[in-house]
């Protein structure tokens, strides 16, 4: 049933994450909406990881090793916990993927992480220079 569960939650924020992606790209202009909307799709990013995790941790043996299995809660946070540093790239390596799965769901996960980064900034540089560029041209 968890499978079934974390598909669909997987599903849903991947669908919110593509529409948030699409307002941010459609303006040529910057103000405060886009730039939370560009901080909703980095935490959208995040929830999509946890519930990959999720489905990888309920599905196989032995994804994580350091994870703490003592109720559903601590792995719950602890996959949270693992998925955020994994997005921003800072890997402290207390929790570590243990199979084939979970190593290459990591992988993706850290790329997702860096490239949405990486182009948020290019997109909100190029919107603001071209904001800035046509204000003093007038």
């Known amino acids: 049933m968890m499978e079934l569960i974390n598909i ?5 924020y991947c669908y919110i994450f593509i529409e948030v992606l699409r307002y941010l790209l459609k303006p040529s202009y910057i103000n405060s909406d886009i730039v939370s909307a560009s901080a ?18 309920y599905g196989t043996t032995n994804p994580f090793k350091g994870i703490d299995t003592t109720s559903f809660t601590t792995i719950y946070l602890d996959i949270v ?16 993927p243990s199979n084939h799965y ?37």
Do not use: P, R, W
């Not at 669909?8 to 849903?12: G, P, S, T, W, Y």
């Not at 990881?49 to 941790?57: D, K, L, P, V």
């Not at 900034?121 to 190029?126: D, K, R």
């Open 102 to 138: 979970a190593k290459l769901a990591t992988s993706i996960l850290g790329i997702a992480g860096q490239f949405y980064s990486v182009v948020l900034v290019g997109i909100m540089i190029s919107k603001y220079t071209s904001e800035t560029g046509n204000s003093s041209k007038k």
């Open 40 to 57: 909703c799709g980095y935490l959208l990013l995040i929830e999509i990881g946890i519930f990959s995790m999720q489905a990888i941790y």
């Open 8 to 12: 669909a939650h997987i599903a849903f």
């Open 81 to 96: 916990y693992f998925c955020s540093i994994t997005v921003t790239s800072i890997g402290f390596g207390d929790i570590v």
